[in-house]
């Protein structure tokens, strides 16, 4: 009798305590949830049209929680301001510099498929257009009319780029847009108008005989497709880009490509080896100077691309969700994983065609090392670099972009020996996006 009364006083008292600690844990989550909201609206939003198409439920919800009322509210004023993040069409904007991989990179966006309207490299024909007699560009009208025939370009319209192109085109038909087969949207059928015998096209269809481009069928091929990508390596400033952003016609995600600066120099030593005989010679022990010229050329673009991305890592509203950075050299180790990375950031689908492209050119390859290449064994590519760029070059890059380097992760070497041990990765391990 005495044990059967003590059990139920335990109980009791059991269940008193349980009570009190919910009530404690409650308030405690109640305060934590208030806390977060005033800072996190923005993270709530992909959410929010999943919350709002369920109206009936959250208003019932609302009635009992304040804070949700509030956060609902909030919800619907964004959802109201931004009413495209809730649609599905996507830009994306791979930016990069030359000799990083983008052409590789590229092709993930443009074997998607079916829906995507991808263009490869549409500015060079308005640096081109633009570059001054002294060689160079005026940074500022440059920046302006790239953000403009971006702009214009995700809306599937060529009317600006039309005017930098050289021939103009004749009723909207170009035999010059350059690397056209490099964009398999304009390529298709629906965009390839019957072959001209006689009629020379530079950047001809390989995929199919096409006569010279119909920018009028480009146009509307773009329109019907769901999803547009464009590959760019001539913007040098994130932050010009901000009008796309606050254009509710358009729902842009950057994808910004680096790579270590030693190895796109030993890369453009390669690949543009005229240019770069005095560096050769004066590493090889030679006097002739580094012309101080191309040492201000490589600070600037270091300093260009370190400062785009500290932008984009800092998150400011404008970009949030909207940026992404990749390494080249994680790309080329681990191609699957960052295609899938991207594909996940962009909310476009990771379609069967794009996995095995990526899965045909990044192993075995006859090598078919043109300067312009995709088609290569992309984890061997990764270290090539470090036995043909001598030290006494790679110290000047490390000297000139040291803060880039240290940004994306790129270890300095600091002997020649270091330079070459291939035991040594000069790759740290990073994370930059936190999605
Ligand atoms: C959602 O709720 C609001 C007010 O509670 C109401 O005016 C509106 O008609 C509802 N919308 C739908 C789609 O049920
Ligand atoms: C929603 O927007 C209205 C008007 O723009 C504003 O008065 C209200 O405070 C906003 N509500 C919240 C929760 O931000
Ligand atoms: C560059 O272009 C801008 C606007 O297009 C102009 O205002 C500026 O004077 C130009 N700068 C130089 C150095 O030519
Ligand atoms: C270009 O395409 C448009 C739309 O299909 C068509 O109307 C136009 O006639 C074509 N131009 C030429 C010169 O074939
Ligand atoms: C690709 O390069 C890696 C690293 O050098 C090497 O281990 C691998 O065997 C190469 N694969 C092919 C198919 O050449």
């Known amino acids: 009798m005495r044990i059967k009364y003590t059990i139920s006083i335990v109980f009791f008292v059991a269940l008193v305590i349980i009570e ?25 939003s992909g959410f929010s049209h999943i919350l709002l198409k369920h109206n009936g439920s959250s208003t019932s919800l609302s009635k009992m929680d304040p804070a949700f009322l509030q956060m609902k509210q909030r919800l619907e004023n964004y959802s109201e301001h931004q009413e495209v993040m809730t649609r599905a069409r996507k830009h994306i904007l791979l930016l990069a510099t030359t000799r990083t991989g983008s052409s590789f990179v590229g092709e993930f966006f443009n074997q998607q498929g079916e829906n995507m309207f991808y263009l490869f490299e549409p500015l060079w024909h308005v640096e081109k257009m633009l570059t001054l007699e ?26 600006l780029l039309e005017s930098f192109l050289d021939p103009l085109p004749v009723d909207h038909i170009t035999t010059a847009l350059f690397r056209r087969e490099s964009s398999s949207s304009l390529c298709e059928e629906s965009v390839c108008s019957p072959f001209i015998k006689g009629v020379f096209e530079r950047y001809h269809c390989r995929t199919r005989r096409c006569g010279p481009l119909n920018l009028t069928m480009a146009s509307e091929s773009c329109l019907q497709k769901e999803h547009r990508a464009i590959k760019s390596v001539r913007v040098r400033q994130l932050e010009t880009l901000r009008p796309l952003v606050e254009d509710p016609r358009l729902d842009v995600k950057f994808i910004q490509l680096v790579r270590d600066p030693r190895a796109v120099l030993a890369s453009r030593m390669v690949a543009f080896a005229a240019k770069y005989k005095n560096w050769k010679q004066w590493a090889m022990g030679g006097d002739v100077p580094i012309d ?9 673009n270091c300093d260009n ?16 969700r909207r940026y992404m950075l990749v390494r080249y050299e994680d790309i080329a180790r681990f191609p699957m994983r960052k295609a899938t990375e991207m594909y996940r950031f962009t909310g476009i689908p990771f379609t069967p065609q794009v996995k095995s492209w990526i899965l045909k050119n990044t192993q075995a390859s006859k090598e078919t090392s043109g300067v312009y290449s995709t088609q290569k064994n992309s984890s061997q590519q990764v270290e090539k670099w470090r036995f043909s760029l001598p030290f006494k070059i790679a110290q000047v890059v490390q000297k000139v972009c040291g803060p880039t380097l240290k940004l994306f992760g790129y270890k300095f070497v600091s002997s020649e020996e270091m330079l070459t041990d291939k035991s040594v990765s000069l790759i740290e391990d990073k994370v930059f996006n936190f999605l």
Not at 23 to 31: A, L, T
């Open 134 to 159: 002294t060689g160079g560009t005026n940074a500022t009208a440059a920046a302006k009319a790239y953000r403009d025939v971006l702009k214009q370009l995700f809306l599937c319209d060529f009317s």
């Open 292 to 300: 101080d010229e191309e040492v201000r050329k490589l600070k600037g």
């Open 305 to 320: 691309i370190r400062m785009s991305a500290e932008i984009g890592l800092r998150q400011p509203l404008w970009l949030r």
């Open 20 to 44: 009190k600690e919910n009530n404690i844990i409650s308030r405690v989550s109640d305060k934590l949830t208030l806390k977060q909201t005033p800072q996190t609206p923005l993270q709530l």
